[in-house]
């Protein structure tokens, strides 16, 4: 008898709170949120109906907390929990507590998660039902001289990965005999500290694999179903970055054979629900089982996206005991999906996460069935080290993949993000690597270094300036003469030159370019780093001469704000810093800089004092030209850094304005 489900709490937090909250709102249903005490402002908080805390911020004392979850569940009267991904959603014997309350667990059947959690069991099943799987040691014997003359049997490089693992942990790749022993010894430390649970398989190691993966969906009534497969070979870490559907360049019969595999898996373990069978394939497009994820994926929005299909209802309808909303004929693929993960971590430091408030955080404007967003934070909120630093999914369709990547391109270079370090700039370099480009990207190719060398170092700024400039030449051509730093590189270099102002990480960048003799010519009109304390350094990396027009390969996507550059593998972003009148102002708009070298006249405000956008802040003159420098916004003015009489370079500060707390106080007032 199906049983409706009319109210939720949603065990998770983040983007994916927040998305399967969207869905309930879609079909009438109550939500619920759970959060842990530094989460009590946080977005999907303020999404719920209603919102319980359980605990605080450690995850095993809050998220992983069944006995919390289930208090608030029982508190609240709901009728189901959804576990998300991640934390609960695939601990069996939670599920088993929910059932075991009268509670509808949205995820896996019981019997299938726990058959699943164990990599050796799960190989040894599939094996035994004909679906193809890695060549290599599954059995229960865990001596070590078994398992030497086991990798011996399969053959070098050899892959020793954890019974209970997840999340790469607990892998370690063998290359020779010699290395054996010791990387075994490290696996299982790492197993028994990561899962408490040290015993290993061993597989043949595939060298440069692609990681596919299907989703299918299965009803109580033994129905299954595929929404086709899925490519998720951008891999760091042996963790997925960037997704997309279909798979580019799958011959017709792998596919087949492998979507069909991917059924013969959720018949053999009786599933129910959503989920997903991941394989990896070899060089000759022989694919092999690798495991079974017995709940929603973070990339399932690519799917939804190809099919038209909304997965987090599909879920709670097979939940409630109905047959799935389609059938096989009738699911489509039409289009090219991708997504990426927007990651607080630290490029330079080998990706760890990056903590600290989000200052600013701006997304792609306009939402679509061409672009969705799905994030669980908003300005002002903290990345603590307590849970996964994921910022964002920017997921993208498009007819044919070009589209789609050139829409991720853009999707890309809309969005703003600092107070962290994150991992954009690098979503870019694997998007538009030759490899990523021909559909020959492998899992680790990229721990592999395949985007080292690509650092900026090793491309002048002018070539990307000179990009710039061919793209927005004529836009420039208006704005540039008209602007007050026109006369300035006029007086330097002559009539002819056209200024233009970028900022580039922390430098600001001020040069005049001109057009002759099929010549283009850039110079620096006056150019500062930026320093902590506001200093201005001079500069002298800017002077450049190219062929005009410029036969390179380059790309340049213009955002709102900023400009994004991309000359073969190297990518740049430039924020757009503009010559009118209005004060310069950093990205956070914290300070208020000089745009050209001149005399300070008169300074207007005082530390302290409130002042309102656009308000005339000082005047100074340069070139002997006034110019009123204007409040970039409303604040309150914290430092006055120089008196009038005082002459300054382009970019020297003058204002430093107080942090702008408004985000902080409405979203206070939304959530309480
Ligand atoms: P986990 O459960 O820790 O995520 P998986 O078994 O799903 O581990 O593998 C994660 C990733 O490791 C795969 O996507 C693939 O990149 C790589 N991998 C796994 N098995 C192999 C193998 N036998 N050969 C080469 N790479 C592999």
Redesign the pocket.
């Known amino acids: 008898m199906p049983r409706t489900i009319s109210k939720i709490l949603i065990a998770n937090r983040g983007e994916i709170a927040c998305r399967i909250i969207r869905t309930c709102q879609r079909l009438g249903i109550d939500t619920v949120a759970v959060y842990s005490s530094v989460d009590r402002y946080a977005r999907h908080v303020a999404l719920a109906d209603a919102a319980e805390c359980i605990g605080p911020p450690a995850p095993e004392k809050s998220y992983l907390n069944s006995d919390a979850i289930l208090a608030a569940a029982k508190k609240h009267a709901v009728d189901a929990i959804h576990p998300g991904y991640g934390f609960l959603a695939e601990n069996a014997d939670f599920a088993q507590a929910c059932a075991d309350d009268g509670l509808i667990f949205i995820g896996a059947p019981v019997a299938a998660m726990r058959l699943m959690a164990s990599k050796s069991a799960a190989k040894n099943t599939l094996q035994a039902a004909g679906v193809p799987v890695?060549p290599g040691y599954h059995g229960d014997n865990q001596g070590s001289d078994v398992l030497f003359r086991e990798a011996e049997k399969i053959g070098w490089p050899v892959?020793i990965?954890a019974v209970a693992?997840?999340?790469?942990?607990g892998?370690k790749v063998v290359h020779n005999a010699d290395e054996f022993h010791e990387a075994l010894a490290s696996a299982k430390n790492e197993a028994r500290k990561a899962f408490g649970d040290d015993r290993v398989i061993l597989?043949?190691?595939?060298t440069r694999?692609r990681?596919l993966e299907v989703q299918i969906f299965s009803d109580q009534h033994g129905q299954h179903v595929h929404l086709f497969e899925r490519d998720c070979s951008a891999?760091r870490r042996?963790q997925k970055i960037i997704e997309e559907a279909p798979a580019a360049g799958l011959p017709a019969k792998t596919r087949e054979a492998m979507l069909q595999a991917a059924l013969k898996v959720a018949k053999a373990v009786d599933y129910a629900g959503a989920g997903t069978v991941?394989f990896?394939l070899d060089a000759d497009n022989r694919f092999y089982f690798?495991?079974m994820n017995t709940r929603l994926q973070v990339e399932h929005r690519v799917t939804e996206l190809i099919t038209g299909t909304d997965l987090v209802a599909w879920q709670i309808q097979v939940a409630e005991g109905r047959p799935l909303p389609l059938s096989q004929d009738a699911i489509a693929c039409c289009g090219h999906a991708i997504e990426a993960r927007v990651y607080a971590e630290d490029p330079d430091n080998d990706f760890l996460p990056s903590v600290g408030v989000l200052d600013r955080v701006q997304f792609p404007p306009h939402q679509s069935g061409r672009l969705l967003v799905d994030s669980g934070v908003r300005q002002a909120d903290r990345i603590s080290v307590y849970y996964d630093p994921m910022i964002a999914k920017l997921v993208v369709w498009g007819e044919t993949r070009e589209n789609a990547i050139a829409a991720m391109n853009q999707a890309l270079a809309e969005t703003l993000i600092s107070g962290v370090k994150t991992n954009l700039a690098s979503l870019g370099e694997v998007l538009n690597n030759p490899l990523f480009l021909d559909n020959c990207l492998y899992?680790n190719a990229i721990d592999q270094g395949v985007l080292d060398g690509d650092t900026m170092d090793e491309m002048p700024l002018p070539h990307f300036m000179a990009a710039i400039i061919a793209h927005q030449l004529h836009a420039f051509d208006d704005s540039a003469m008209a602007s007050e730093a026109a006369p300035i590189a006029w007086a330097l270099f002559g009539p002819d030159w056209r200024p233009l102002t970028l900022r580039h990480q922390d430098r600001l960048l001020q040069i005049a370019y001109r057009i002759a003799n099929e010549t283009l010519f850039i110079r620096s009109l006056a150019q500062t780093i930026l320093s902590e304390d506001g200093q201005a350094e001079p500069l002298t990396d800017l002077t450049g001469r190219f062929s005009w027009p410029l036969d390179w390969d380059f790309k340049v996507h213009e955002a709102p704000e900023a400009y994004h550059v991309i000359i073969g593998h190297h990518r740049q972003v430039f924020e757009k810093q503009r010559h009118d009148s209005v004060a310069q102002a950093d990205g956070d708009a914290r300070l208020v800089l000089a745009p050209m070298p001149g005399e300070l006249l008169q300074v207007f405000v005082k530390p302290g004092e409130k002042v309102e956008q656009g308000q005339t802040l000082a005047v100074m003159e340069a070139m002997k030209m006034e110019l009123s420098l204007k409040a970039p916004r409303s604040a309150c003015i914290d430092t006055v850094h120089h008196r009038p009489g005082d002459i300054l370079q382009a970019g020297d500060v003058i204002f430093t304005l107080k942090p702008d707390e408004s985000d902080v106080d409405s979203l206070q007032g939304e959530a309480s």
Not at 165 to 169: A, I, L, N, Q, R
Not at 203 to 206: A, D, H, L
């Open positions: 890695v892959l990965k693992g997840g999340g790469g942990k892998m597989e043949k190691f595939i694999p990681h891999q042996y991941e990896i690798l495991e899992t």
